[in-house]
């Protein structure tokens, strides 16, 4: 038996040299084998031989993404490939080799099941979808016989190496198209700055030739003086060292390590001028130091001119939006003169209107009664003058809508009711023309956001139309609906001849009246203009669809709201505290001007928890005064937005007159901007509620009007206030 020492200094006996030797082949071989399938950096995957995946090892999970059990005996590595790659690989390989390659995993390994070593580039898929180019080695495993088993392909991540690949490839295109581009001047100096390198771009910029600069001049030659000397100047300023007014200036920051682009003009050679932006970099070697400068420039001449149009644009744009200044301004006065003057006029024309109505009527209920023919004359008279008084308020409501002085006062308007008056208003019309109307029947209350009485405006005016502009025995239907979950639609619609496209574009202009003018029916073209300006104020919109020999649906959409409420707060959310009456009727009279019933309600409701306090009722401002001095009420409350009258032209009137300026008067109004309050208090309101009412606020104000009340007036008694 020979002894043999190997490597590692074990002692070996009984084996010979070859067997030893042998042995650890296979042992290195099996270490090998195992770092390839333990390797985290390489893909090993394994198959049988048709190609089904037998080991996929931790490099391939991490690569691709998959779990080993996700992918053993169930795919082929075709199926995680790119498939036209494969497709194209198939096709490829065909042709080479004379024959007929399935498009599949068969390409794959083609080459290697023929015993041919085989390496390509292959673009794996990973689970998620993404991809990577991989280098993918595949190798035929056989048996003892030499038949082969299955196949191992050993893959790398490409990415990496594609990627610098094609940075370099960049790299170099990047610096060809530099030094032969046309737009670029690329001019490339030694360490003292003269010219080595004179581009195309710089040859076609600057009128030169390569050979009539290259070792001869620097680029401050070829740039403007004037300003190399102030570069100079600034950089010394700037950096604190002397700087030499030449080819120093140019390349100062960049020789220390300073990105640096300036803008500078060039001189041609022809002399002429142009502005460039130029870029410096120092040339490095390999111990970094400096062997030349690079000055790669742009001609600025288009953006020098973009800028200066730019400018010129916007001193022009600055003048003329002086001139839409001062021509709006204009505008504004004459369209403010002009409502103004129809606003004054509609006054001065009311005066003699008035006589005119009012001396006709007498004379036609006079005694004796005036003839036949003398009826005939005064009911000539009567109608036009109503009708001119008609006229008069359009222009007047019109004139004040589009001189923003229109008051609205939103609040929560019932439809019911709405609909209930206007119905109530309209049917005389429509009956003397044979005409039917239909309203809506509301199972529910519905309410919207509105000024009341410019709602009420807004569907008189409809369906005064809807009954002109209707064929005799025809109808009109009213209907309600929900057009959005915050929006009612209100729709009119007739039976009218109805409107072409052309004249539905030129509805809702002031006075056209689409051909109506020399029509037996009367009218001015003032109304839909009035209700779609008060719509859009309320927030709403109004529209139209008509067709020809039907007739015609006119719409407008409010935002719903919730009924009319107390605002509940604190102890107040339970039931109202009833009050104890200290007399065996009531002591103090409330006038309440408002309206909206619903609102009227309200207060009526709060008012009779409280015996000692009698409310008396008016809907306009005018009653509201009447009634202020005929009985004499302790407090008054008033709402702003009145039919008629305001609330504060009514507090006015009752300031002015000495039987009521002692009366407190209290203002409750939707209209709660600061503004509005601060309005009211000016105009003399002894306090200024908002909607929706506040229990607590609303008595406490009673409360203090009544103190006050009591303090003025001795004749009311001292005893029995609210508290």
């Known amino acids: 038996m020979q002894k043999k020492t190997i490597p590692n200094g074990d002692a070996i006996v009984g084996k010979n040299v070859t067997e030893i030797w042998r042995e650890e ?16 950096n390489f893909s090993s995957i394994a198959t049988d031989e ?11 999970e991490r690569m691709l993404g998959y779990q080993a059990v996700e992918v053993l005996n169930k795919i082929t590595p075709a199926q995680i490939s790119d498939p036209q790659e494969v497709i194209a690989r198939a096709k490829a390989l065909s042709q080479e080799l004379e024959t007929t390659i399935a498009p599949g995993f068969e390409a794959l390994v083609f080459k290697a099941s023929r015993g041919i070593d085989d390496v390509y580039e292959l673009t794996y898929i990973r689970k998620d979808g993404s991809r990577f180019t991989a280098v993918v080695s595949v190798t035929a495993l056989r048996e003892g016989g030499g038949g082969n088993i299955g196949y191992l392909l050993i893959g790398t991540d490409n990415t990496a ?74 950089l010394s300023v700037e950096l604190g060292t002397p700087i030499t007014p030449g080819f120093e200036a140019l390349v100062f920051k ?24 130029v870029s410096v970099t120092a040339l490095r070697d390999a111990q970094d130091g400096i062997i030349g400068y690079l000055l790669i420039g742009t001609d600025n001449t288009a953006r020098h001119q973009v800028e200066e149009e730019r400018k010129r644009f916007e001193r022009e744009l600055k003048e003329t939006n002086v001139q839409l200044e001062s021509a709006k301004v204009v505008a ?13 006029m509609s006054h001065e024309l009311r005066s003699p209107l008035n006589a005119i109505l009012g001396f006709a009527q007498l004379m036609e209920s006079a005694s004796p009664a005036p ?67 239909t309203f809506p029947k509301f199972e529910n209350p519905v309410f919207v956001s509105a000024d009341r009485t410019r709602l009420k405006q807004i569907v008189i005016n409809l369906l005064s139309n809807a009954i002109k502009y209707n064929q005799e025995q025809g109808t009109v239907v009213v209907d309600c609906t929900a057009s959005s979950t915050d929006r009612i639609r209100i729709s009119v619609t007739d039976t009218g001849a109805g409107l072409p496209p052309e004249k539905l574009a030129q509805l809702f202009s002031p006075f056209n009246r689409l051909g109506q003018e020399t029509g037996s029916v009367a009218g001015t073209g003032i109304g839909l203009v009035v209700s779609k300006r008060l719509t859009e104020l309320m927030g709403g919109v109004i529209g139209v669809e008509s067709t020809v020999g039907v007739g015609s649906v006119f719409w407008f959409e409010m935002i719903s709201a919730e009924a009319p409420r107390l605002a509940l707060e604190g102890s107040e959310a339970g039931s109202l505290v009833h009050r104890a009456a200290s007399g065996a009727g009531p002591r103090y009279t409330l006038l309440y001007v408002e309206d909206n019933p619903a609102n009227m309600q309200l207060v009526e409701e709060i008012i009779g928890e409280f015996p000692d306090l009698k409310l008396v009722t008016a809907v306009n401002g005018t009653l509201g005064v009447e009634l202020a001095r005929a009985t004499q009420p302790h407090v008054i409350l008033m709402d702003i937005n009145l039919p008629g009258i305001s609330g504060i032209k009514a507090l006015k009137i009752l300031r002015d007159d000495p039987a009521t300026a002692h009366i407190p008067v209290i203002a409750l109004s939707a209209n709660a901007m600061p503004r509005d309050i601060e309005k009211g208090l000016e105009a003399g309101f002894f306090r200024y509620l908002t909607k929706p009412i506040k229990i607590k606020e609303f008595m406490d104000t009673l409360s203090a009007a009544l103190k006050f009340a009591e303090e003025t007036v001795r004749s009311i008694p001292e005893a029995g206030q609210l508290k």
């Open 25 to 40: 082949a296979l042992l290195k071989a099996g270490a090998l084998q195992n770092a390839i399938f333990n390797s985290a």
């Open 371 to 437: 003839t036949a023919s003398q009826t005939k004359r005064i009911a000539q008279i009567l109608q036009a003058g109503w009708y001119l008084l008609k006229l008069i308020n359009e222009v007047l409501d019109l004139a004040v809508i589009e001189s923003g002085k229109v008051s609205l006062s939103k609040e929560s308007v019932s439809l019911d009711e709405i609909m209930s008056e206007c119905r109530s208003m309209m049917e005389p019309q429509a009956q003397q023309r044979g005409i039917r109307m």
């Open 50 to 60: 048709k190609g089904v995946i037998q080991i996929f090892n931790v490099g391939a």
């Open 254 to 277: 960049a020789s220390r390590g300073i990105e640096d682009i300036y803008e500078l003009t060039y001189i041609r050679k022809d002399g002429s001028r142009f502005p460039a932006v």
């Open 332 to 344: 504004e006065k004459a369209n403010l003169a002009k409502s103004d003057f129809l606003s004054s």
């Open 161 to 234: 190496s594609k990627q610098a690949e094609e940075a370099l490839l960049k790299a170099g295109a990047l610096q060809s198209a530099i030094f032969n581009s046309a737009n670029f001047s690329s001019i490339a100096t030694d360490a003292k700055g003269v010219i080595q390198i004179f581009n195309v771009g710089a040859e076609r910029m600057l009128g030169y030739t390569a050979a009539d600069v290259m070792n001869k001049i620097t680029p401050a030659d070829i740039s403007d003086p004037h300003e190399v000397i102030a570069r100079a100047t600034a």
